[in-house]
């Protein structure tokens, strides 16, 4: 009987002391932008740093899409009403870089006692989301380059075992498919990341003055003269043969899902498809991926990070500050990446997670075959003003008036100067808007 | 509009406005204010200061030709809606005023897709329109891109005109119908004993009887035109190809939330702000003078 | 009323079929869609015959935009939306056409005003307002330094805060701020005949008694329209729930969810597959509440309809 009581008791005690605990934890949100799949893939991982420790909680709603995710932000900052930690896509880095509206990445693991050796991450991926003199601002998370998919199946009917190289090489294997009656050699849609932004990079071509806008907020679009103007006219005579055909999603089939479906041979697409791939396409179709090709006589440099970064947002308690620091901390663990890559098709961003996923053998394994390419890709070269990333502001709308000028270009609505010309004119614009906008701040 | 038996206890009055207005101010006009404060100065999204800009933002909207073709498009997108849909409801109304036999499951069905949220219209309409699972899928095997609204411009704009067109179809046929069933059966029964038929009767006395409600569905079809479309574009085309249905609105969205560019956006608002407010005035006018006469 | 036109017969029944497949055949292809699998629905031409999959889409559609909670949600805020309105409305212009003061006519424009500027077109500064609905108030009052004098008198920092972001009142509140339901209400209060109101003023009857016991009821068709269009108006809303609810499990509503089902344009990361089929069921679900209002209200909204146009 008094045992039965004592335990009880001691029950009793124990559960109050875990209640009471469970509401000592610190709440910090995470607001992301990534749906779906990978959306439930980001709150796992806020499910695996809750498991890991008593101390905090962090919860990672989706807001919809990446644009949703700093739209809500904003809105949420100017109300006073800020999540701690915020995805921000590579396009939106430079707007929340120049407000105050951030707690730099050093300094939040510097005032929270984390000893973060910074070199351990890629240079290539940490230099977008660095100031110019290279010190982090925020968080690489989800990251990614572009990649070149093809079908081997495709490729082996007309006897060939190896991925194109070349642009050259490119437009030779579609005419074979299409010699071989392959509808549709390979898909292309109107994506800016890998038609402008991963071309220009590899190919050393800038696409803005002052160092891709690295230099300062004068900065202006060129890529009117450079080789881009070529590649682009290239992909259009493409179109026009019938090597290439148009993909998009507003009507039923991406390029990702053309590929997976069989019906294209080849794309580019980011590493982070490469998940989806695999679990898309017939388990017996044979496909591969490789580096983006390069026009013929060209030398390759590292390719651009894609993805997004997570900021910490100003304004909040030392306490969650804390909460904030204890998750970036965590997600940065090689184990943690381990889970990230394997989970999802992101690749890994610091040096030991990269190692720990080698000696763990997850580039062996079949369906993980080929990410490794990601990485070698962005590490291609050392980093060139040039590679290094891209800093120009509004540049959600100049993505959208390029996407819209290589729509009008593949629509055969404008030539390909003039396509080209209208989305530089159109562009500039924007720059110098901005530029007034931020009148009298500085590049940091 | 002024009666003569009132009350004229003023306070009680004031009170009963009280939760309106105080609704009106909180939710309205100071969010109007901020946006038309947005509109004269350079707003940075995160906040951290502003420049003044003068009439700056609205001279930048105005030399833009990407907005003058969001102004052409929207003009195209409302006369091509209000005209399908209006035409097509009047038609209907006309009809089904007739009241033959099973009318009134004609008149049931045809008010339904009033009830279908225009995201969920878009949602159907991108489906139905797709070419590469829906209506003209088995004519693009045939004839490649003989339909493909996510290239060619023509076809996208339609498709959102359709679209929209068929929950709006609905909306006027209400109000049609509404307004024949309004007109005393008495002055048609007596048109018919003088020996005209039907369609003369719809002509001479229906139609002009028409003319009020005919003219208040034309400025409700347009005003809704120009601010109704956000849930369709952004779930069907989502303002493409290229730019062919970016209308005002979209513009407004795109420039404001996705391009973060505030003050632009803020700026267009204002600008479309005073066209409904034009079209709205003029609207109570006559209806104000309607209430009159009637 | 007896004609004999056979052939006008013939041709109102012809249009009034064209009338019927506009409004239904797209509805009828979308339900076709839902019963189909992935396979069938992407083999053209399109199906005209229901599949078997009916269940399975709509239970996939179900558990990934987690559609219960939404529905509830969307339901709760219709809800509240449309009798926000009857309750607004009617004493607003009741007040509107039943008094004579002073700033009648000042407010009654202050209030259709409203009706011209859609929530689209204001919708940051509207989110800042909801997140602290008194930040106007407290605008004005640190502005005017009331804020600074009652800091002086009280020793306390005043700071009126009211926060509606998640929450139903956040999605319901700003939906209720518009004048259109106070339009229809006006317009029926001026077919009144002044008659009612002398009678009862001579009955003695204050202007509550008369608003309680003589317009509610006449006004009970109006309601009832009203009702009906601010439902759908409410259920049907997309942009504003977009923006005001951050914590989409557990506030999401159930158009907003038509996002979750098929791949956003423009988007070029996230590699979405369209199953059209689950979209199209999820679809059926989102709007069917909807259309069973108007079905079933059908009768008091079009005759409030007309009673509110006369």
Known sequence: MNRILLTGATALALFFSGAAQAQQRIKVELWQGLTGDLGSAVEEVCQRFNESQKEFEISCPTQGSYDAAVQNAIAAFRAKKQPTIVQ???????????????????????????????????????NYYASGKGELFSFPFN????????NKDAFAKIGKSEAPKTWQEVEASARALKSAGYGCPMAINHDTWTLLEQFSAIHGQPIATKDNGYGGLDAELVINKTKFVDYIKFIKKGLDEGLFKIKLPETGANIVQAFASGDCQMMMSSVADHGTVGKTAKPEMQWSVAMLPVLEGTKRLNSLVGGASLWVLSGKSKDEYRAAAAFLNFIAKPES???????????????????????????????????????????????????????LGGFIQIRKEMRDALADIFAGKVSVEEGINAGVERSNAILRRFEKTYAGKQLL | MDRRAVFKTAWIGGLLLAPQLLLVFTFFYWPTGAALFWAFTLERPWGGGNEFAGLDNFRMVFSDAAYWGAVWRSMVFALGSTALAMGLALLFALFCDRQLRGYKAYQTMLIWPYAVAAPAAGVAFRFLFA????????????????????????????????????????????????????????????????????????????????????????????????????????????????????????????????????SGAAAQSIVLMLLVMALTFVQFRYIERRVHYR | MIERTPVLNFVTHAVLFIGLAIAFVP??????????????????????IPGSHLWDNIAEAWTRADLGVKLTNSLIMSLAVAAGKIAIASITAFAIVFFRFPGRMVAF??????????????????????????????????????????????????????????????????????????????????????????????????????????????????????????????????????????????????????????????????????DWNVAMAGCLIVVAPALLIVALMQRFFVRGLIASDK
């Open chain 1, 337 to 391: 990446e381990l889970f990230w890559s394997t989970r999802t098709g992101y690749i890994p961003v610091t040096k030991t997670g990269f190692q720990h996923l080698k000696t763990q053998g997850f580039y062996d394994k079949p369906q993980y075959k080929g990410r490794e390419l990601a990485l070698e890709s962005l590490t291609a070269t050392e980093v060139t003003p040039l590679s290094r990333g891209i800093r």
């Open chain 1, 88 to 126: 921000v896509f590579d396009a939106g880095t430079l707007d929340l870089m120049l407000s105050d509206a951030f707690v730099p990445a050093r300094r939040l693991m510097e005032e929270n006692g984390y000893k973060i050796d910074w070199a351990n991450y890629f240079p290539g991926i940490a």
């Open chain 2, 131 to 262: 070419p590469e699972a829906g209506v003209f899928a088995a004519l693009n095997k045939i004839h490649p891109d003989f339909w493909n609204p996510s290239v060619n411009g023509v076809h996208a704009m339609i498709l959102i005109i359709v679209a929209y067109s068929w929950k709006y179809l609905a909306y006027n046929f209400i109000f049609f119908l509404a307004a024949l069933q309004s007109i005393p059966r008495t002055l048609i029964e007596a048109s018919a004993m003088d020996g005209s038929g039907p369609l003369r009767r719809m002509w001479d006395i229906q139609f002009p009887l028409l003319a009020p409600t005919l003219f208040f569905l034309l400025v409700i079809n347009l005003t809704d035109s120009f601010v109704d479309s956000f849930g369709i574009i952004d779930l069907t085309t989502g303002g493409g190809p290229s730019k062919a249905t970016t209308l005002m609105v979209y513009k407004i969205y795109f420039d404001g939330f996705k391009g973060l560019d505030y």
């Open chain 3, 109 to 274: 424009w202050l209030i259709f005003i409203t009706l011209m500027l859609p929530l689209e077109v204001r919708i940051v500064p509207t989110y800042a307002v909801a997140a602290n609905v008194f930040s106007p108030y407290q605008a004005i009052l640190d502005a005017t330094g009331l804020s600074w004098l009652w800091q002086q008198l009280t020793g306390t920092e005043l700071a009126l805060e009211w926060n509606l972001l998640n929450s139903y009142t956040g999605l319901v509140l700003p939906l209720v701020a518009t004048a259109t339901g106070t339009f229809l209400y006006r317009q029926f209060f001026l077919t009144v005949p002044e008659e009612l109101l002398e009678a009862a003023k001579m009955d003695g009857a204050g202007p509550m008694r008369f608003f309680r016991e003589i317009l509610i009821p006449l006004s009970i068709t109006n309601m009832a329209a009203l009702f009906t269009i601010m439902f759908i108006y409410a259920w049907n809303q997309y942009l504003w729930p977009l923006l005001i609810v951050t914590d989409r499990a557990n506030h999401g509503t159930a158009v907003m969810a038509l996002r979750q089902l098929i791949p956003m344009t423009g988007d070029s990361t996230g590699g979405g597959v369209p």
């Open chain 1, 143 to 150: 990251s990614s380059t572009a990649l070149f998919y093809w």
């Open chain 3, 27 to 48: 509805m009828w292809l979308v339900f076709v869609a839902a019963t189909l699998s992935l396979q069938e629905i992407n083999t053209p031409p399109i199906s005209l």
